[in-house]
């Protein structure tokens, strides 16, 4: 099993940044996916999940901002940044695990599986 992130960097406050996540080893249709981040001296934060049946979740911090997307054949799943704040600067991480139960965007952190994480700034 493997995840890897790309997409991350600096950008002013308002901007956007679109971060992909591109995993192996998995069945997706037995995958819940999702991103957490986790700001310096901060506890990890859960972002966003979406479940094997497509629901969604996000945390109120991010809600009507941010949008996770997944496409199954390719086998990478997206997360959306629109209107950065400064507040969201973080390392951000994809994860993944196998479940077929639904899940919140909070549980996320807890995930069995995840990437190496990669730094979102926004000034």
């Known amino acids: 099993v493997q995840l890897v992130e790309s997409g991350g960097g600096s950008v002013q406050a308002g901007g956007s940044l679109k971060l992909s996540c591109a995993h192996s080893?998995?069945?997706?249709?037995?995958?819940?996916m999702g991103w957490f981040r986790q700001a310096p001296g901060k506890e990890r934060e859960g972002v966003t999940a979406?479940?094997?049946?497509?629901?969604?979740s996000y945390a109120d911090s991010v809600e009507g901002r941010f949008t996770i997307t997944k496409d199954d054949i390719k086998k990478v799943f997206y997360l959306d940044m629109n209107s950065l704040k400064p507040e969201d600067t973080a390392v951000y991480y994809c994860?993944?695990?196998?479940?077929?139960?639904?899940?919140?965007?909070?549980?996320?952190?807890?995930?069995?599986?995840r990437g190496q994480g990669t730094q979102v700034t926004v000034s």
């Open positions: 994860a993944a695990d196998v479940s077929l139960v639904s899940v919140i965007a909070a549980y996320v952190r807890d995930f069995a599986s």
């Open positions: 080893g998995y069945t997706t249709s037995r995958c819940r």
């Open positions: 979406i479940s094997v049946d497509g629901t969604t």
